[in-house]
């Protein structure tokens, strides 16, 4: 009995062990891995209010949601807090269905009063990116507590993708309304939420518990913020950093992508760049001068010589590709620069070889990558061939830079552009149409302008809207306001292990879809 008793505990044990030696040998349920992206771009503000450049939007459009946005890896806009709308009045008047299920990041519900303050916050505080809202919001109001109306000051084809901007997007009910919040304390309905901020170090995001989408792949994100391409290279090469994010040098590129080691990811070119001048004060009031500019630059020799061909010549501010694209630039100035109109021009301006045109020209010198003191070095000897031109380089970082571009401190300034929404009317309207244009602080404003916008916006034939945005285009390089210079496609490089990587044509990174294998 008692040796029964003694070999049925045995029998028991060796189960046991036997049991825990299978599973204690099974491999581990890999940790869920953090993803880290390197930048040597910069973050401006987290404030929907006040944010108006690409990389502070892509990051904003990660941990906020607006009622519409774009499918990753897509230009197609899909339901985002909403799950419908309807377009009433012959487009006069948007009514959107939101979700019952989207929650902040502190679990507070997203309604329809939330997205209807945060809106009327944006046209109250008024700064940069205000005008997304105010050029075509009439008045916005919650019907009930799911249900948000819009009346528009005009009917508007493309306003679905306006409310996939930024400003659109709810903010958490504690937000000021007539104040912008600190960087550390932003509130959205995105995949993620803000954990830390440490200004041009790092900015760590964490899975968003409450989230209505699907959850992200990875619950960690950290973005890591370089000095500088080498920087950014090393710390790649050394496993640091899991995606390199704009911008590495183009010979970083051309080494990487043909490495073994790293993938590679290329989003559509629809980024371009493009020299700013203040048309509302001196020298630069003059459009003979601005022409002047125009005729002297060698579009070629910067794409060749800076980006090794990775980039190409603009010659509108509409991309190439893009349906209404014309050459106008190319038609007016000619594809190489012209040193004896630009001294023609000059001459009639009042300048000669003892008594020269002396500029001050901006650029900063990490945003666009480092490629950007070279492009700026190129342009003053492209302008200084004319014998009466003196260029003086001024550099300062970003967000100084867009302080003092929206005081007007910078008489001609290099800039870029990714878009807001996919149109023709996002590369016009934001850097022509009278009022649409403050973020810039150039004082151009030309009439006719305006009125071929505003027709071209209502316009539902996208022939007839080519014809205004091509009479645009004309006017655009005759005024010369902005000289186009170049686009490009944007490189991301990933350690091979990484997956999930999709960038479409508003080429902003959706950080939720990515993870490790």
């Not at 880290?36 to 990660?62: H, R």
């Not at 006069?92 to 945060?118: E, H, I, M």
């Not at 571009?405 to 910078?410: I, P």
């Not at 878009?419 to 016009?428: A, G, H, K, M, R």
């Amino acid at each position: 009995m008692k040796r029964a008793y003694l070999l049925a505990i045995l029998v028991v044990l060796v189960v046991i062990v036997a049991a825990a030696a299978y599973f204690l040998l099974q491999p581990a349920a890999p940790p869920a891995a953090r993803i880290t992206l390197g930048t040597t771009d910069k973050i401006s503000d987290l404030d929907t209010s006040n944010a108006y450049d690409f990389f502070t939007w892509e990051v904003l459009s990660n941990v906020g949601e607006g009622l519409y946005k774009y499918e990753p890896g897509t230009d197609k806009l899909i339901p985002g807090i909403a799950e419908r709308y309807e377009v009433k009045d012959g487009g006069s008047t948007w009514v959107f269905y939101l979700k019952k299920n989207v929650k902040f990041c502190d679990g507070t519900p997203v309604k329809a009063q939330d997205v209807v303050r945060s809106i009327k916050r944006v046209m109250k505080i008024n700064r940069d990116p205000a005008w997304l809202v105010t050029d075509f919001v009439e008045d916005v109001v919650a019907l009930d507590d799911y249900t948000v109306q819009f009346k528009l000051k005009k009917p508007v084809s493309y306003f679905l993708a306006l409310v996939a901007t930024p400003p659109y997007f709810p903010v958490h009910p504690s937000y000021p309304e007539d104040k912008i919040v600190s960087d550390a304390t932003w509130g959205g309905a995105g995949a993620y939420c803000i954990k830390e901020f440490k200004r041009d170090e790092y900015l760590i995001l964490e899975a968003n518990p409450y989230y209505h989408g699907d959850k992200p792949k990875s619950p960690s994100f950290v973005i890591r913020f370089y000095k500088d391409a080498s920087t950014m290279r090393l710390a790649l090469e050394r496993g640091e950093i899991d995606i390199a994010w704009k911008t590495l040098r183009p010979t970083d590129y051309k080494d990487l992508m043909n490495n073994p080691n790293y993938k590679s990811v290329v989003a559509p070119g629809g980024f371009i760049r493009y020299i700013v001048l203040k048309v509302d004060a001196p020298p630069f009031n003059n459009v003979l001068v601005r022409q002047a500019l125009a005729y002297a630059v060698d579009r070629s020799e910067i794409v060749d010589k800076v980006f090794l061909g990775t980039m190409a010549p603009l010659y509108s501010m509409v991309p190439n590709g893009m349906w209404s694209h014309l050459d106008v630039f190319k038609e007016k100035y000619g594809d190489k620069p012209n040193l004896e109109m630009a001294r023609k021009l000059l001459t009639q301006a009042g300048y000669s070889e003892t008594k020269k045109l002396k500029i001050e020209l901006w650029y900063t010198p990490t945003h666009y990558g480092d490629t950007e003191a070279d492009v700026a070095q190129l342009l003053k000897k492209q302008f200084e061939a004319t014998g009466m031109i003196e260029v003086e380089l001024k550099s300062s970082e970003w967000a100084t830079y867009l302080e003092q571009q929206r005081s007007g401190r910078m008489n001609i300034h290099l800039l870029g552009w990714y878009p807001d929404y996919i149109d023709p009317d996002d590369y016009l309207t934001p850097f022509l149409r009278t009022e649409s244009n403050r973020w810039l602080a150039t004082g151009y404003s030309n009439p006719r302008v305006d009125e071929l916008l505003d027709k071209a916006a209502v316009e539902v034939d996208t022939k007839a809207r080519s014809n205004y945005y091509a009479e645009v285009q004309r006017i655009l390089a005759e005024d010369a306001p902005l000289i186009p210079l170049f686009q490009g496609e944007l490189i991301l490089i990933t350690q091979k292990n990484v997956n999930g990587v999709l960038v479409g044509p508003p080429m902003m990174l959706t950080y939720s879809t990515i993870y490790k294998s």
